[in-house]
């Protein structure tokens, strides 16, 4: 007599469903027997025909086919049962009456999940049709766990979106204009502005270490940390050494941001700005026809409380330019592993002075894509287009 298994994954409120294929009535009969002692439910099919077409109508938890039928066999079954179950996990054992290795490899190589030779006896038939279920169990549970983990990611994406600017409208002057491309669903980039007092602008350009969930937490607490004191500070360098003093707190040891931040006052078209350690915005003139870059000492925000930030200030003229970007443009590499380059954004600049707003944004990335192909890139891409 077969005693009932003390295990969890049998005791669930609906049977799990058996399909049995085998050209023998006596060995159908035996495993049925067996197995309706548990609680499971038994179909019966003689070939892998019919198999098939029990498969192709219902649903079922776990399949024991014989190797050797009629009309089609065990192997013909299981290449077609491919086909059917798709992305399911339905364990397969494979009947058999010979301990025929080829006859293993052969099977496992085209979705076998198990082998049971014959004659087998009840209690390793049990064993085998529990450790599969086991593992059925398992898979589905992750299934729907990772079916829960993509919603709440989706959310998490409409979150971002929401939180990364995309309209600029409500600032006069300059003219304002981004892209934001993470390389998940989520991503650690940042770019916001911020209307100061007497119509001065703040703007900022960062990025957090990393990518996925744990960058795009940072990068939320980041902006939102950056939003409630921008106001309060009129100087660059101040508010990243405030901001440093308080991510400093909440980063993990392996996490840092980099970020750039200006501040423009229209009344002296004056631009005020620091670096914590970011790729240097470019600065396209239009009196001159070049491009400079600029920089500042400072160190990654959430590294070191005793870091300090230079400030510098720069006047701006009718005409300029200024882009802020995040590494995942500069660094992208192309088949000779060549990397686009400041030097290549620069140049764009140059060539495409009398080219505004989205159409300047979006040719950008054509040109970045051809050089290497924005699918396959490994990173976020950020960059604000900022013109004056």
């Known amino acids: 007599m077969i005693e009932m298994p003390k295990d969890h994954y049998l005791k669930k409120k609906d049977p799990w469903r058996i399909l049995i294929i085998d050209d023998s009535r006596l060995q159908r009969q035996v495993i049925r027997d067996t197995l309706l002692k548990l609680n ?65 490899i052969k099977g496992l190589s085209i979705g076998a999940d198990d082998f049971l030779v014959k004659p087998f006896n009840d209690k390793e038939l049990v064993a085998r049709v529990i450790s599969l279920l086991r593992l059925k169990s398992a898979h589905s549970e992750l299934y729907y766990k990772n079916l829960l983990i993509k919603s709440e990611l989706e959310y998490a994406k409409r979150l971002q979106r929401f939180i990364i600017p995309t309209d600029f409208t409500d600032i006069e002057y300059p003219c304002i204009s981004g892209k934001y491309l993470p390389t998940e669903d989520i991503g650690g980039d940042i770019f ?98 070049n491009v400079t870059a600029l920089d500042t000492d400072g160190f990654f925000l959430g590294i070191d409380e005793e870091t300090k930030y230079q400030e510098k200030a720069i006047k701006i003229d009718r005409g300029d330019r200024l882009f802020l970007y995040t590494d995942g443009i500069s660094e992208i590499k192309n088949s000779h592993n060549e990397e686009f380059g400041e030097k290549r954004l620069a140049s764009f600049l140059k060539k495409n002075k009398e080219m505004k707003g989205d159409d300047f944004c979006d040719s950008l990335l054509t040109e970045v894509d051809k050089f290497s192909s924005l699918d396959e890139r490994n990173d976020d891409i950020a960059f604000l287009n900022i013109e004056f």
């Open 40 to 104: 499971m439910s038994i179909t019966e099919a003689c070939d892998g025909l019919e198999g098939l077409e029990f498969f192709s109508n219902n649903k079922f938890d776990l399949v024991l086919v014989d190797i050797v039928m009629p009309n089609l066999d065990g192997f013909g079954f299981l290449e077609r049962f491919k086909d059917l179950v798709k992305d399911e996990f339905v364990p397969v054992i494979l009947m058999t009456g010979s301990d025929d290795l080829n006859s293993k």
């Open 192 to 289: 916001d502005y911020y209307k100061l007092d007497d119509n001065k602008v703040g703007f900022l350009i960062a990025d957090v270490t990393g990518h996925g969930i744990p960058a795009a937490l940072v990068m939320s607490m980041s902006k939102m940390i950056f939003s409630v004191y921008s106001n309060m500070y009129q100087s660059s360098s101040k508010l990243l050494l405030r901001v440093n003093s308080e991510i400093i707190e909440v980063l993990l040891d392996d996490q840092y941001i980099t970020a750039f931040y200006l501040i423009y006052d229209p009344q002296t078209s004056q631009l005020r700005y620091a670096n914590a350690g970011h790729c240097r915005p470019l600065l396209f003139r239009n009196h001159t026809d």
